[in-house]
């Protein structure tokens, strides 16, 4: 029985995790219901989170129970989520720089534990996520409607177009007007953006595409070993030699590259409910925002 509690107990603290004080909790029999156990497993769950200080509850007659306290941190060690580890993308530019500031503070205002670890490559982080190796991965909208129809992650939050990258240009030698046929295009297959915007600038081209590391773009181009690329419009400055110009199909609707999601697996239902209601996809922008303009400086 105290493994039986004790597990519900887990699930219930995850539960409680996206509310706030003030909120009416569903009754022992609903939660019973939920969970597929009985009303007493359900009432020695709530005991023990009570016991511990993690929630207090206050009966209003045929209203229901309602929460007077929440102590955030200790709900989280009770559901197993002392810490959640998030993956995004390497912060080399200050958009993904404030990125990681905003949810650095995010989470901090919201008493949840973070590890924010950085992997270059949308397509990467997700197949890591997939593996249990992360909670959540930050990716581009146009990475996951690439990944969305296999049905085993599911989109928590969204930061808006400009929340990943301010635009995306082409990265050429500056005696280059645009992809031409027989260049050399490199493309990075670890990313979903790069692949499908360098298929897309290149169509009705005869190029050789070249595998590169995206982090290698701008070296390769200096040697000579490829004629063009895509690139982050805000990426530190280009040197000598090279240029950046507009991508063909800037003339039409945004494509979902410039704009960061959260993902979670569909399984993580506790976690996407966590994460809905403690971050604030305005409160990060702002920051990142901040951080982009001088305002503030990067801290993650």
């Known amino acids: 029985m105290?493994?039986?509690y004790g597990s519900v107990a887990e699930?219930?603290?995850?539960?409680?995790?996206a509310h706030r004080v003030g909120d009416r909790l569903a009754s022992v029999?609903?939660?019973?219901?939920e969970f597929g156990t009985g009303r007493g497993t359900v009432q020695a769950a709530l005991k023990l989170l009570t016991d511990e200080g993690a929630v207090?509850?206050?009966?209003?007659?045929?209203?229901?129970?309602?929460?007077?306290?929440?102590d955030y941190p200790k709900l989280m060690a009770r559901a197993g989520l002392a810490t959640v580890i998030g993956v995004m993308p390497v912060a080399y530019s200050l958009h993904f720089a404030g990125l990681a500031t905003g949810l650095t503070r995010a989470f901090a205002q919201a008493e949840i534990p973070l590890v924010l670890a950085q992997v270059?490559?949308?397509?990467?982080?997700?197949?890591l996520l997939r593996t249990g190796r992360f909670d959540f991965a930050i990716a581009s909208r146009m990475a996951w409607e690439a990944e969305a129809g296999a049905g085993d992650l599911r989109l928590v939050l969204s930061?808006?177009?400009?929340?990943?990258?301010?635009?995306?240009?082409?990265?050429?030698?500056?005696?280059a007007d645009g992809i031409a046929d027989g260049m050399r295009v490199g493309v990075d297959p670890a990313s979903h953006d790069h692949m499908r915007l360098t298929l897309d600038e290149c169509r009705g081209r005869s190029v050789e595409m070249v595998e590169i590391s995206y982090g290698q773009a701008m070296s390769l181009l200096l040697r000579g070993q490829i004629d063009a690329t895509v690139w982050d419009g805000g990426a530190p400055l280009v040197p000598p030699g090279l240029k950046t110009l507009p991508l063909r199909r800037q003339k039409s609707p945004p494509a979902g590259d410039t704009e960061a999601v959260m993902l979670v697996r569909s399984a993580d239902a506790s976690l996407a409910a966590l994460l809905r209601a403690r971050i604030r996809p305005e409160?990060?922008?702002?920051v990142q925002r901040r951080v982009l303009s001088g305002e503030e400086l990067p801290a993650f």
């Open 29 to 33: 029999g609903e939660l019973a219901a």
């Open 11 to 17: 699930e219930l603290a995850r539960r409680l995790a």
């Open 120 to 127: 270059r490559g949308g397509r990467s982080r997700v197949q």
């Open 2 to 4: 105290l493994h039986r």
């Open 283 to 286: 409160a990060v922008v702002a």
């Open 159 to 175: 930061f808006g177009p400009g929340s990943s990258v301010g635009e995306h240009v082409l990265l050429v030698r500056a005696d």
């Open 56 to 70: 207090a509850l206050e009966r209003r007659g045929s209203l229901g129970s309602f929460i007077t306290r929440l």
